[in-house]
Each structure stands twice: as C-alpha cells, then as structure tokens.
C-alpha cells in the first residue's frame, strides 16, 4: 500500500493522517482479504490418504506382503493373517506401511 502511494504521488515523507489511513486500511485488508481467498470447495485426501477405504489384493514380494498402487509395492501392517492373494481393504497409513484389514 504504502509501494503503490510513493510511486503514485512521489513523495516519501509521511503526515500523522496518512499514518492514520494506512494502518486502519490495512487493518481491513488484513481482515476482509483471508476471508475472500479461502476456497469454498471441500479438502481432499492426498498421497495415501486418497486410498483409505479402498479394497486390494496382497501379493508377496521377497519375504514381505505389499499391495499395488498405481504401479508401486506398498508394505502392509496388519494384525490379521493374511496369505497372498488375500482380499484386504485399506484402513489407513504410517509413514508408507498401509493398514489393512482382512476381508
């Protein structure tokens, strides 16, 4: 604000009036603009998060189980016991470890 008054009228020094108008209009810019610019559409899940509540079959690579997705091995925790290609639905994630239940 201040940027576009110089470059508008040339000049650098400043009375207790034009202090006064600066603070209070950028005190409602401060306030009115975070409120404008806030998206209206919902949050979507990201990364692994996108895939909770999906259902998979588990394949083993090595000696670990891990589920594909999108072309990627992912290792499983689970408490069940679960065999390769065994039906499982993703519950959530730590770290990249999905947690799956048995279906």
Do not use: C, W
Not at 50 to 71: C, F, H, P, Q, S
């Amino acid at each position: 604000m201040t940027a576009i008054y110089v470059l508008i009228s040339h000049e650098t020094d400043f009375s207790l009036v034009q202090g006064v108008v600066f603070v209070v209009s950028s005190g409602i810019f401060a306030y009115i603009l975070p409120k404008i610019l806030v998206s209206k559409a919902p949050d979507l899940p990201q990364g692994l998060a996108e895939y909770t509540g999906m259902t998979r079959a588990v394949k083993k690579v090595g000696n670990e189980l891990k589920i594909v997705l999108d072309g990627v091995d992912y290792p499983i925790e689970t408490d069940d016991d679960i065999k390769p290609s065994d039906k499982v639905k993703i519950t959530g994630h730590k770290g990249i470890a999905l947690i799956v239940k048995k279906l």
